[in-house]
């Protein structure tokens, strides 16, 4: 069995940044082998034609491609192997993974490290149970950015758009500007999914209505779609249709922009513990899952909305990739839980295992709901505030972050503190 | 070309009849209304080879499904096609179900089921932990099984073309005459003749003899929709065989089952519907099966969906199967109102059939080259099928299979290829999807598909926009306005 010290699952931003970050950290290129399924790296931003990225990692805003070519020329400068068309098939809690491509077959390989950096995949039709017949003209809204921006094709001309998350709002803008007319863009929340700046550029600029707690009741058309009817939903009954509120919009196509769920099957498969907030594995801040030597960053971790914050967090999983390999790692005292307070939905990483003398920690999360005026916080069981943030506004869409600062910490592993909690206060103005 | 035989319908009878004639000396063809073998009731079921124990003794149903059930395992082995003998339970909520298990239990040991018993609660919930706290027993029927039943017609389908049968697919029969003992079947712009004619059309079966010609044909259908979900492959396990509802008034139940392809399936409920080609699912019929699969399984986790469909079953006025010599026009033989067990009665009611045109007065003889396998030189079977050292020697063979296009599924693009290649080429992203199972995972193609598209239509030198889902009028693209 062939063994690589370093095995990077995955050749999109968070696979890139990892291996970039592993080898700045010390770690030798030739220790290092990446896996892309794909024909070549860059993962899904290489059909990210659209401006918006790199603004916090490098100052200036960038495609995706060229975001994404920035780090494939990282990676090239430090001759970090990159397996293109490598399909990994399984992997062992004790760093086996069994992949196949067509350069080396079918083959088993172990690691003392191997980063996991799958990404997502969309939510699908199917796990809505939009009901109707089953005709072409269906895509989920990266498909359909595949077919436009990779095949040069268009996916259709009247288009119907169910999701409001940042990629169905991205292919509301570009089916309109490659000449296809879209109708609406259908949202079960009664707000958007997406970030705030591509409601204004993606719709509003453009004028096409979000129509917010609206659905796809039915879908129509025998071979290809010919319509699709959307209805009202009853916040106050679990967003079910309203009757009589129906409406029939007449297209040829219907794009599903309903959500990203982080492809974990060869987590799964491994006996990882999970976090089923996040749909990822459940992380310590080196994002070092539940088995040792195994890590996990980016979108497979969970859904960020800035491939900034993909980059960043790949960064700490390859140096700490890195630090395991090279015997650097400090040893850990005692391992803290994070868990979430009003307002919260998730917090990554899950916990935090202190060393000694521990480093600053940064928590990233999502809120439950749109909330005006609040205060972010975390803060021990005991009810002592590490760290808070005011914010006028906050929604599930964006993701937050705060900082604690290694003092606290210290604090806490002094104090012998149980538990530390993330939370909002509601400090005033209407929900 | 003057055929001996013409085949209405490309479903589960209708190929199952021509495979069985393309192991005799002579030449048939089966016209098929769809783009492809498989693609109404026997798309769409549930995917069970039924024990025979429901059928009343003495029936058709019950004679054909008992045998057909030992032939399609046979098949199945033959043709390379998973089939994995996952036994059934029906099962009753208390004492009132009793009577109609032991009912079952009869009508089964009448129509020669092996090993059918009831068993008790304990044992039950031993077998199946998952099943509601409320079941009381159960007919434990060993004998039925789980395949794929698209996956089995059209690897028959490929065998028979191997064997010199010919399919004549998006061909919907919209006229016929006769001309001495010579049929001739129309679609419109194309015509086929042949001496013989069976009429295996499914949901439309009355329609096809009414333009055979028959006048005051006794069966009428009733299409019956029934709608299912599939579910994730992650909670494929928490059925191990088959579990039906005890049938009452209100029909014959919501079953959960495993799928041999590892998901979970369940459904059906049963509504009479106007079109027979209507297989749209509806919110209250999903929701109708939401609550009927939770009566049998109260922890089924239906948020694991990853998709819904409907099929169309070809209900008759009468409770057998209509497999009849037409009283009014000479060499046409009648398959009518075939609905379930249709699907496991399929290779029995082929030698049926084959037997009918017999007695029309159709001469066989065994075809001395007749190849058994679903192409001349073997089965196709799928890599990810192969043990890891026929993976790993596959990939040395043809670096082709190296390359996963279908990531859920692990289908390869040596699947794809070997598929462009097949005795019936896969040109649509159904086609591949039937074959491989390309798109039918948990991303349900959001991935694959354009690559499928792609590798379709380079490998047929046709542009993506000429590349369909399923039949004409499917497209997936268009080409993009220049300028």
């Known amino acids: 069995m062939a063994e690589h010290k370093l095995i990077i699952i995955g050749g999109g931003p968070a696979g890139l940044s990892a291996a970039v970050a592993a080898v700045d950290a010390g770690l030798a290129p030739e220790d290092i082998l990446v896996l892309e399924r794909d024909s070549e790296p860059g993962g899904i931003l290489n059909q990210c034609i659209h401006a918006g990225f790199g603004l916090h990692r490098f100052g200036e805003e960038l495609t995706g491609p060229e975001y994404s070519g920035r780090y494939i020329a990282m990676a090239r400068e430090r001759r970090i192997p990159i397996l293109c068309n490598a399909m990994v098939l399984s992997l062992t809690d004790d760093r086996r993974v069994t992949f196949v491509s067509p350069e080396t077959g079918y083959t088993t390989v172990e690691a003392e490290a191997v980063i996991l950096a799958m990404g997502c995949r969309e939510r699908t039709r199917g796990a809505l149970s939009i009901p109707g017949t089953r005709p072409s003209g269906v895509y989920t809204a990266g498909c359909a950015q595949r077919y436009i921006n990779i095949e040069g094709y268009m996916p259709g001309h009247r288009v119907v758009i169910l999701g409001s998350g940042d990629i169905g709002l991205i292919m509301a803008r570009r089916m309109t500007l490659e000449g296809a007319k879209v109708l609406a863009v259908c949202e079960i929340m009664p707000y958007s999914g997406g970030l705030a700046r591509n409601i204004v550029q993606c719709l509003d600029d453009f004028g096409i209505p979000l129509k917010l707690s609206h659905t796809v009741v039915q879908i129509h058309g025998r071979d290809r779609v010919e319509g699709v009817t959307v209805a009202a939903v009853d916040e106050a009954n679990g967003r079910r249709p309203i009757p009589g509120t129906e409406e029939y919009f007449e297209c040829d196509t219907l794009l599903l922009s309903v959500g990203l769920i982080p492809e974990n099957e060869l987590t799964r498969g491994a006996g990882i513990d999970l976090d089923r907030m996040t749909n990822g594995a459940s992380v310590n801040q080196f994002r070092e899952t539940s088995a040792p030597g195994i890590y996990a960053c980016g979108n497979v971790l969970h859904v960020h909305d800035l491939v900034d914050y993909v980059s960043e967090e790949a960064d700490t999983a390859g140096r700490a990739a890195a630090a395991r390999i090279l015997g650097e790692s400090a040893p850990v005292v005692r391992s803290v839980k994070l868990s979430t307070g009003h307002g919260v939905r998730y917090t990554v990483p899950e916990r935090i295992d202190l060393a000694e003398e521990p480093e600053d920690v940064r928590i990233f999360f999502r809120v439950t709901d749109v909330y005006k005026k609040v205060q972010l916080v975390v803060e021990t069981e005991g009810g002592e505030v590490l760290v808070k943030k005011a914010k006028s506004a906050v929604a599930p869409g964006e993701m937050e972050s705060l900082t604690i600062p290694a003092a606290k910490l210290a604090g806490v592993l002094k104090s012998g503190e149980g538990g530390i909690i993330v939370k909002l206060n509601e400090t005033g103005g209407d929900k | ?483």
């Open chain 2, 1 to 483: 070309m003057l055929y001996d035989v013409l085949i209405i319908g490309a479903g589960c009878t209708g190929v199952m009849t021509a495979r069985l004639l393309s192991t005799k000396n002579v030449k048939v063809a089966v016209v098929e209304a769809g783009p492809d073998a498989a693609v109404g009731a026997t798309s769409a079921n549930s995917a069970i080879v039924h024990a025979g124990y429901d059928a009343k003794p003495g029936t058709l149903k019950a004679k054909l499904n008992v045998r057909g059930n030992r032939l399609m395992k046979e098949l199945c082995s033959a043709l390379g096609v998973e089939c994995r003998n996952v036994g059934s339970h029906v099962v009753g909520f208390g004492d009132a179900d009793l009577p109609m298990l032991k009912e079952l239990l009869a009508r089964g040991q009448a129509n020669g089921v092996p090993d059918l018993e009831i068993i008790g609660q304990e044992k039950l919930r031993a077998m199946e932990p998952n099943i509601s706290p409320e079941a009381m027993h159960s007919l434990w029927a060993p004998s039925a099984a789980i395949t794929c039943p698209y996956g089995i017609t059209i690897a028959a389908a490929e065998n028979a073309v191997t064997n010199g049968v010919d399919f004549y697919f998006n061909f919907r029969v919209t006229d016929a005459s006769r001309a001495g003992n010579v049929h001739y079947l129309t679609n419109g712009e194309e015509t086929v003749a042949g001496r013989y004619v069976v009429n295996c059309a499914g949901v439309h079966s009355a329609e096809v003899a009414a333009i055979l010609g028959e006048n005051d044909f006794p069966i009428t259908i009733t299409p019956r929709r029934g709608e299912y979900f599939i579910l994730d492959k992650a909670v494929g396990g928490m059925a191990n065989s088959t579990l039906f509802v005890c049938p009452s008034d209100r029909g014959k139940g919501i079953l959960v089952s495993p799928t041999v392809h590892g998901n979970l399936i369940v459904g059906p409920n049963a509504y009479p519907i106007s079109d027979g080609d209507d297989k749209s699912t509806t919110a209250e019929g999903l929701a109708e099966i939401t609550a009927g699969a939770r009566r049998i399984m109260p922890n089924v986790p239906m948020n694991m969906a990853i998709t819904s469909f409907a099929g169309v079953r070809a209900t008759p006025n009468q409770y057998d199967f209509y497999l009849e010599i037409s009283k009014q026009i000479p060499g046409v033989v009648h398959a009518v109102g075939v609905e379930s067990p249709g699907f496991a009665s399929s290779p029995a009611t082929a030698e049926y059939l084959v037997g009918l045109l017999e007695e029309c007065g159709l001469k066989l003889e065994d075809k001395p080259d007749y190849i058994p396998t679903r192409r001349p030189d073997g089965n196709h079977i799928q890599w990810n099928r192969l043990t890891d050292e026929e993976k790993a020697a596959k990939c040395r063979e043809n670096p082709a299979y190296g390359k996963i296009v279908c990531r859920c599924e692990t289908v390869t693009e040596g699947d794809l290829l070997d598929m462009l290649d097949a005795p019936i080429p896969a040109v649509t992203i159904d086609m591949m999807k039937k074959r491989l199972r390309a798109g039918m995972g948990r991303c349900q193609g959001g991935f694959c598909s354009p690559r499928v598209a792609v590798l379709i239509a380079e490998r047929t030198g046709r542009g993506l926009d000429e590349i369909n889902k399923s039949g004409p009028g499917s497209w997936l693209v268009t080409k993009r306005e220049e300028g």
